[in-house]
């Protein structure tokens, strides 16, 4: 069983639709979680960041962690066509190095 | 504000043929240094990292040598290549006190 488990898509949603990507985790020492964005050909955009559990909000992103239920999740709110890419969930365990363990990814098309 | 550069963007080498991929960082110093290999369609895997000049940890027995010879540059090479090496590379940095990773652009390497 890999550390981190992500639902590899393709996840296909009209233009504004409310998109929900997740992320499952077995590590319960994982204290910081991240999101990557990461369009074709290019390096893993940072897009949100979190500490431990709760939301966090940056406009029309939310990213949401659940540390009872070991989930994680990156809510995208009126999707665009260029929030097509792949979706990374990255986290790590505090003073280790900053290391950090990655999902598969979830590649998403959001279509006009 | 920090940047990241890898070079070259893409790469077309024969089986056997040496590698030399390099990486820099600029507007910090004393970063954690970062070589990932992506896969077609997979998740990252991380190859090397480093926390200083001359330090290197590998995490992946392999035919690849990382270097670091300056504080914000880092190298990664190979003395004869193999089918199995090509992918996109990534390089990431990170401050030292925070746990994200960032990303540079990437080197697409195929080896025929």
């Known amino acids: 069983q890999k550390e981190v488990e992500q639902d590899p898509g393709p996840l296909s949603v009209p233009e504004g639709a409310i998109v929900s990507l997740n992320c499952t985790y077995s590590n319960s020492a994982f204290q910081y979680f991240m999101w990557y964005r990461q369009y074709s050909r290019k390096g893993p955009e940072l897009l949100m960041y979190t500490y431990s559990s709760g939301n966090k909000e940056d406009g029309r992103f939310t990213a949401q962690v659940d540390k009872s239920s070991k989930y994680i999740s990156l809510f995208i709110r009126d999707s665009q066509p260029s929030d097509s890419a792949t979706y990374l969930c990255a986290m790590s365990v505090v003073n280790a190095g900053n290391m950090l363990t990655f999902g598969g990814g979830t590649r998403l098309m959001v279509k006009p | 504000s920090q940047t990241i550069h890898q070079w070259p963007a893409t790469l077309v080498q024969p089986v056997g043929s040496p590698l030399s991929l390099e990486c820099t960082v600029e507007g910090t110093s004393n970063p954690n240094l970062y070589w990932y290999r992506q896969a077609a369609g997979r998740g990252l895997q991380l190859l090397f990292y480093?926390?200083?000049?001359?330090?290197i940890s590998s995490e992946v027995p392999q035919n690849l040598s990382a270097s670091r010879p300056q504080d914000r540059q880092f190298i990664l090479s190979s003395k004869k290549l193999l089918l199995s090496d090509s992918g996109f590379y990534l390089c990431a940095w990170t401050p030292g006190a925070q746990e994200t990773q960032y990303f540079g652009p990437g080197t697409r390497l195929l080896v025929l």
């Open positions: 480093s926390v200083g000049i001359g330090q």
